[in-house]
């Protein structure tokens, strides 16, 4: 079979000397056919369908003619009402005296190109032509994978995609920072990154025959640990104290804590060493005089390390006789709440009060007996 042909008869069209099919060549692909009336045989224009879809192919047609076919290239697909096409997907809609149309289901790229409307009338052929258009949804066929550089270094990524029309190709970083597109090529390149250009990298191929598709690359940038916070804490003698350094860093950085030159690790008594994937945290769960002083924590992976100097200090507990005199001064403080009277002479009105009452319960009192 030909290739980009339907697999069908050899061309063949009207004669004028009989009413047999005789081989008449098929005029070269792109180049427009002549016939004696301009006017007719009319086709459509060029038809354009979407991959999958169904194609329709019509020709126009009058009273004057005696016979007709619809060919491709080199091969016919109808004659008449006669199928002479092995394809399936090629239907016959109509043979009137007005339109002789086909339809070609199921379309694929390998359909794309001419047709021609052959006639015959008055015992001469004529011809028209139509090419068909196949769109293609876009798809990415390459895409670059996952990849790691270290910060400073240089990447290339790429982005295939296949479609008809050819599809527009963009990349975009996937951040909240990101704005726009960082590249409308197949390429992107990045030199010298760093590590706010980590993460995502979406790659969209369009062509408006459908939606837009979509693949994504992540971008993993190693740098060293840098400390991003660390405070020295006071705690008082008996009490429980935490010292906290955190740290950034691509792989996670370990974490090692030290005093003066002495390495503290876990299960050591009375204290406990956690780390995780960026903080590490040093407790005393009952901190003595020897436990104050100058701490080091220590962050490393395999691109560098840091260190951070934290001093866990004493301070002061509040005693029980300055919580005692706390006390005191506020049981002594007048109330000074919502509803309380302020009167500077309360006190003498209190005494005067209870001078009066004297009487009246002596009064009572006989009065009993």
Known sequence: ????????????????????LTLIPCQVPGVPVRSGDATF??????????????ATLRCSVDN?????????????????????????????????????SI????????????????????????TSRVHLIVQVSPKIVEISSDISVNEGGNISLTCIATGRPDPTITWRHISPKAVGFVSEDEYLEITGITKEQSGEYECSASNDVAAPVVRRV????????????AKST???VGQKGILQCEASAVPAAEFQWYKDDKRLVE??????????AFFSRLTFFNVSEQDYGNYTCVASNKLGNTNVSIILYEISEPTSSTLFQEETTTALTPWKGPGAVHDGNNGTSRRAVCIG?????????????
Not at 1 to 20: A, G, K, Q, R, T
Not at 218 to 229: A, F, G, L, M, Q
Request: glycine share 4%; aromatic share 8%; proline share 8%.
């Open 357 to 369: 009452l004297l009487p009246l319960l002596l009064l009572h009192l006989l009065l009993k007996f």
């Open 218 to 229: 992540k971008v993993t940038v190693n740098y060293p640990p840098y400390i991003s916070d």
């Open 1 to 20: 079979m030909i290739p980009n042909e339907l697999p069908c008869c050899s061309s063949s069209v009207f004669s004028s000397s009989s009413d047999s």
């Open 234 to 236: 006071g705690v008082p």
């Open 64 to 100: 004057r003619v005696t016979r007709v076919a619809w060919l491709n290239r080199s091969s016919i697909l109808y004659a008449g009402n006669d199928k002479w096409c092995l394809d399936p997907r090629v239907v016959l809609l109509s043979n009137t005296k007005t339109q002789y």
């Open 267 to 276: 299960g050591q008594k009375g204290v406990k060493v956690e780390s995780k």
């Open 103 to 126: 339809q070609i289901q199921d379309v694929d790229v390998y359909d794309e190109g001419p047709y021609t409307c052959s006639v015959q009338t008055d015992n001469h052929p004529k």
């Open 41 to 54: 045989p009319k086709a459509m224009d060029n038809v354009t369908v979407r991959q999958g879809e169904s």
